[in-house]
């Protein structure tokens, strides 16, 4: 079983950046797929992005292709989400999770392990 620890959230004001982490522990990623996913106040938790480990393919939302990238890192075993351009929309709690195998799923119930997610405002 893989446990999902995030890092990097904050506050920051309307065209900053931000680069959100999501660490592996007890397991490597080696054979899953990653995702990051948002919830804001009120609203569904919603697909940010996700990241094949194998392959290295990815899929971002419309609402944040040009201005989010998720990458990956062998050596640290650590999946990124840099987000620039953010815009006061982006606000919510940001959640990592993953699911094993290769195809990326942008169904949330299709993702068995999650994070504790991190909170990202985004101030006007």
């Known amino acids: 079983q893989v446990q999902l620890v995030e890092s990097g959230g904050g506050l920051v004001q309307a065209g900053g950046s931000l680069r959100l982490s999501c660490a592996a522990r007890?397991?490597?990623?080696?054979?899953?797929?990653v995702g990051w996913f948002r919830q804001a106040p009120g609203k569904e938790r919603d697909f940010v992005a996700a990241?094949?480990?194998?392959?290295?393919?990815?899929t971002n939302a419309d609402s944040v292709k040009g201005r989010f990238t998720i990458s990956r890192d062998n050596a640290k075993n650590t999946v990124y989400l840099q987000m620039n351009s953010l815009k006061p929309e982006d606000t919510a709690v940001y959640y990592c999770?993953?699911?094993?195998?290769?195809?990326?799923?942008?169904?949330?119930?299709?993702?068995?392990?999650w994070g504790q997610g991190t909170q990202v405002t985004v101030s006007s």
């Open positions: 007890r397991r490597t990623f080696s054979s899953y797929v």
């Open positions: 999770a993953a699911t094993s195998g290769t195809y990326i799923y942008t169904d949330l119930r299709r993702y068995d392990y």
């Open positions: 990241i094949s480990w194998s392959s290295g393919s990815t």
